[in-house]
């Protein structure tokens, strides 16, 4: 069982920044692959940004490309995601998850954390 916690949400004008983390409770954290999703009010959940076990690899949606980065720093069991430029779109629950297959869209199918509510006004 892996316990997965996200900070670090809030409020924020549209074009400004905020900087989320996950914290996992597994002492085997580098042995999973991490990426997050969100959820706006009404919509499916989509995925964000993922990256490999030990962080050389990671992959964005077309959406993000160029304005979030996706981090990890196994000795803290802790995933992160940089949001710069951010827009109103991007309001939605931010939630991490963990993979022991892949980094792929689709390999999320393990552990999943709460969420964090990220807003963004306009």
Same mark, same amino acid.
């Given at each position: 069982? !892996?316990?997965?916690?996200?900070?670090? $949400? %809030?409020?924020? /004008?549209?074009?400004? +920044?905020? &900087?989320?983390?996950? @914290? @996992?409770?597994? #002492?085997?954290? *580098?042995?999973?692959?991490?990426?997050?999703? #969100?959820? @706006?009010?009404?919509?499916? #959940?989509?995925?964000?940004? *993922?990256? =490999?076990?030990?962080? $050389?690899?990671?992959?964005?949606?077309? *959406?993000?490309?160029? &304005?979030?980065?996706?981090?990890? =720093?196994?000795?803290?069991?802790?995933?992160?995601? /940089?949001? =710069? +430029?951010? &827009?109103?779109? %991007?309001?939605?629950?931010?939630?991490? @998850?963990? +993979? *022991?297959?892949?980094? %792929?869209?689709?390999?999320? /199918?393990?552990?999943? %954390?709460?969420?964090? /509510? !990220?807003?963004? +006004?306009?």
């Amino acid at each position: 069982q !892996v316990q997965l916690v996200e900070s670090g $949400g %809030g409020l924020v /004008q549209a074009g400004g +920044s905020l &900087r989320l983390s996950c @914290a @996992a409770s597994k #002492r085997t954290f *580098s042995s999973y692959c991490m990426g997050w999703f #969100r959820q @706006a009010p009404g919509k499916d #959940r989509d995925f964000v940004a *993922s990256i =490999d076990w030990g962080g $050389g690899g990671t992959y964005y949606a077309h *959406s993000v490309k160029g &304005r979030f980065t996706i981090s990890r =720093d196994n000795t803290k069991n802790t995933v992160y995601l /940089q949001m =710069d +430029s951010l &827009r109103p779109e %991007g309001t939605a629950v931010y939630y991490c @998850a963990t +993979s *022991s297959t892949g980094w %792929g869209i689709f390999d999320f /199918q393990d552990y999943w %954390g709460q969420g964090t /509510q !990220v807003t963004v +006004s306009s």
